[in-house]
């Protein structure tokens, strides 16, 4: 799909959907959890389906409602798949199965996906495994997916370096249901905010995990058994993300409604990011208000937040003076190396960008229109339609499509509030 951008003013109200992390987490929640498990207000998109057929895969019955999944779990009684897992574009899936295919008893598991998965290391998660007792192996032996799960994870002590946090969400999530008690150390952590909802669901399901302040030591007693979900799914901060930049360009004021400020999702700090860029920001009962300020650049750590990288790269583009967005490295490890990505993409629409080995260095001024590339990356195709909207020329964005992993609705959203958007395949 192709969607051609035209200038735009933004106005208007967005009812931010549900969170494709918290969404995961549920699924893989419900699915270890015995007895039936209601999952109010999931996000459903091609990641989230991922999850859903991944964990039916694994055994775990879902009925799909209106707005609403019952989940008969399996606990922790997993089934050997009867055919390959494939997880499409879910590289959080892919953890989080790995994970639980090694709580099988017995048989084997084979978990794939798209030609990105297949790019997304998983030899660290694979090693941390093996240490307690499983036997996971890559297919091309390059710590990458396809992954082959043949023996089951028992307890013990590991060690991983967690370039992405979604190595230890999927240990946390597994390993209670492990025969012995495990103890992780993890001397690095990225993304600490993922680790921390991770916790705040099995606090939720009666999971016991004990860690030291700076998470880099955990204690997992085994033999748990989680308690069935039976609770909403809170909305995306990451889906946010766009709209509440949206806010921030010129002429704009763009109200993001349902985000909650006491979710431990980590990408909340975007709105910190937008104050310290120099946009109005209101928060009250009724959302999230941004409007247009004197953007002006300054130094983001986006370690926290690699999701917000795209959108934040784009953003700074309309700042004046420079802006640097910093220790982000594992940015290069999502869908795309998202760091190269905005890079090439942005500077096809005349930004003016100097990459680093973990971030980037912007310098604000005038875009102009063109042709760019989506990467099917549904953060990238998101940021640059937003910058369209404050660029005089129209911007065509090739493989648009990829917007259906996290966010179906993100073009009938942007056209809500004013936005030009016209796609060759809507």
Same mark, same amino acid.
């Given at each position: ?15 931010? +959907? ?62 050997? +798949? ?38 997304? +290391?998983?030899? +660290? ?44 969400s999927s240990l946390l999530?597994?390993?209670?249901? &492990? ?117 002006r650049g300054c130094e ?64 604000g001024g005038a875009l ?16 640059? &339609? ?41």
């Amino acid at each position: 799909m192709n969607l051609t951008i035209a200038q735009s003013t933004l106005h208007g109200t967005v009812v931010v +959907p549900a969170s494709k992390s918290h969404t995961i987490r549920a699924v893989v929640a419900a699915a270890l959890a015995g007895g039936e498990s209601v999952i109010d207000t999931p996000l459903e998109s091609a990641d989230a389906r991922a999850a859903r057929h991944a964990y039916a895969m694994l055994g775990a019955e879902i009925a799909v409602e209106p707005r609403r999944w019952r989940v008969q779990g399996t606990n922790g009684c997993l089934k050997t +798949p009867d055919d390959v897992i494939n997880v499409a574009n879910s590289g959080t899936t892919m953890r989080m199965a790995l994970g639980s295919a090694a709580l099988l008893d017995s048989g084997a598991a084979v978990l794939t996906g798209d030609a990105q998965v297949r790019r997304r +290391p998983c030899g +660290p998660l694979a090693a941390a495994l093996n240490a307690l007792g499983a036997q996971v192996r890559s297919t091309r032996n390059n710590g990458c997916p396809p992954m082959v799960v043949t023996g089951k994870m028992r307890g013990g002590e590991a060690e991983i370096e967690a370039v992405t946090s979604q190595y230890v969400s999927s240990l946390l999530m597994n390993a209670p249901l &492990a025969e012995a008690d495990t103890r992780l150390r993890v001397p690095l952590l990225n993304e600490k905010p993922y680790v921390v909802m991770t916790l705040d669901w099995l606090e939720r399901q009666g999971v016991r995990v004990s860690h030291n302040e700076d998470l880099s030591e955990f204690h997992i007693p085994g033999a748990q058994r989680y308690q069935p979900v039976n609770r909403p799914v809170p909305a995306d901060f990451s889906s946010a993300t766009f709209f509440l930049a949206a806010g921030a360009l010129p002429g704009n004021d763009v109200c993001c409604r349902g985000l909650d400020m006491n979710d431990p999702q980590g990408d909340k700090e975007v709105v910190t990011y937008l104050r310290a860029m120099g946009a109005e920001v209101t928060e009250s009962a009724d959302g999230i208000v941004v409007r247009a300020g004197t953007l002006r650049g300054c130094e983001l750590d986006l370690n926290a937040t690699p999701d917000a990288l795209p959108m934040m790269a784009a953003l700074a583009c309309f700042a004046e003076g420079v802006t640097r967005l910093v220790n982000v490295p594992q940015a290069r490890l999502k869908e795309t190396d998202r760091i190269r990505v905005m890079h090439e993409e942005l500077e096809k629409l005349g930004a003016r960008i100097t990459e680093l080995e973990d971030g980037m260095v912007i310098e604000g001024g005038a875009l102009h229109g063109g042709t760019v590339a989506g990467h099917d990356d549904h953060r990238v195709v998101m940021a640059l &339609a937003v910058a369209a909207t404050a660029i005089p020329e129209d911007v065509v964005i090739h493989g648009a499509e990829a917007v259906n992993v996290t966010y179906p609705g993100f073009v009938d959203d942007l056209a809500s509030l004013g936005g030009v958007a016209a796609c060759d395949a809507c």
